[in-house]
C-alpha cells in the first residue's frame, strides 16, 4: 500500500483565497484599489514578501492588476458578466426595455426574497442609506434630475442583491448595473408624464419593499419587488399605446 504525499499549502495561497473570496462576495469591487501593502500584510498578520506572493498569484490569475508605482486593483473584468458590446446591443435593440423589464421582475423578486432571509444589521444599514438617498430625489420636486433618480434607484437594487448574500445574483446585477440604470432612468422619464401620481406611488413602492426586508417577510418581499416591476411594466404599456395613438393621428393628417 502506498500513500501520496501531503503537501502543505503556503502562506500565501492562504492570503489568496481570503483576498479571492472578497472579491467573489463584492467585498472588494472592481476597479477598488487594495489598501498599501504594508497596511494589509498587517491586516493579515503576515509579512510583505507573503503578500507580494499572494497578490502576483491573483495577478496571474487575472483578478488583480498591478499598477507601477499605483498599487493593486481589483481587475475590471471583475465586474463585467456582460460583455460592453452586448451591453450597446442591448440599450439599442428595440424590445431590449421590455425584455430587461422581464428579466428584472425574474431576478429582483429573487433577491428580495433572499435578502429578507439572510440581511444582516449592515446590510440594513446600508439598505436604509440608500432608500435615504432615493427619497431624497423624490423629495426634490422643483429640481428633478432623471440621472440622478436613475442612479439612486438603480442602485437601491444593487443594494438589495449584495443583501441576498448570492454571489451568483450579486455579479449578474452588478455585471449589468449600467443597463439597469439607462433602463430606469428611461422608464421614469416617460412614467412621470403618463401618471401624475407616479413619483408618489415608486416611493411607497420601495419603501414597502425595504420593511420587508428588514422585518424578514421573504416571500412578501419577493411579492412587493413583482409588483413594482409590473407597476412599469404597465405604465409603460399606456407609454407605447398613447404613442401609438399619437402616431396614428399624424398619418391622417398627412392623407
Known amino acids: 500500500m502506498s500513500f501520496v504525499n501531503i503537501k502543505q499549502r503556503s502562506l500565501s495561497d492562504g492570503i489568496a483565497d481570503q483576498l479571492e473570496t472578497m472579491i467573489l462576495e463584492g467585498v472588494l469591487q ?18 510583505r514578501p507573503s503578500l507580494r506572493e499572494a497578490i502576483q498569484k491573483l495577478v496571474a490569475k487575472g483578478l488583480l492588476v498591478s499598477r507601477q508605482g499605483g498599487g493593486n486593483y481589483v481587475s475590471k473584468k471583475v465586474g463585467t ?3 460592453d458590446p452586448l451591453l450597446g446591443l ?8 421590455k425584455d430587461l423589464l422581464e428579466f428584472r421582475h425574474t431576478i429582483e423578486g429573487a433577491c428580495a426574497y433572499y435578502a429578507a432571509l439572510r440581511a444582516n444589521s449592515s446590510d440594513h444599514e446600508r439598505l436604509a442609506l440608500a ?3 432615493l427619497e431624497a430625489c423624490y423629495e426634490d420636486s422643483e429640481n428633478i434630475c432623471r440621472v440622478k433618480e436613475g442612479l439612486a434607484d438603480a442602485n437601491f437594487h444593487l443594494v438589495i442583491a449584495e443583501a441576498s448574500h448570492n454571489i451568483m445574483l450579486l455579479h449578474t446585477i452588478r455585471g449589468l448595473f449600467d443597463l439597469l440604470r439607462g433602463n430606469v432612468t428611461s422608464n421614469i422619464g ?6 401624475s401620481e407616479t413619483r408618489d406611488l415608486l416611493i411607497k413602492q420601495h419603501r414597502a419593499l425595504y420593511q420587508a426586508i428588514k422585518d424578514g417577510k421573504a416571500e412578501e418581499a419577493r411579492q412587493l419587488s413583482n409588483q413594482h416591476i409590473e407597476y412599469v411594466c404597465k405604465v409603460l404599456a399606456e407609454v407605447d399605446e398613447e404613442e401609438s395613438r399619437l ?7 398627412i392623407i
Do not use: D, I, W
Request: proline share 2%; aromatic share 6%; glycine share 8%.
Open 30 to 47: 472592481a476597479e477598488e484599489r487594495l489598501p498599501a501593502e504594508r497596511k494589509l500584510a498587517e491586516q493579515f498578520g503576515v509579512s
Open 190 to 195: 416617460g412614467m412621470f408624464n403618463q401618471r
Open 131 to 133: 432608500l435615504a438617498e
Open 90 to 97: 442591448l440599450a439599442g435593440k428595440e424590445g431590449a426595455q
Open 247 to 253: 402616431q396614428r393621428s399624424k398619418r391622417r393628417r
Open 81 to 83: 458578466a456582460f460583455s
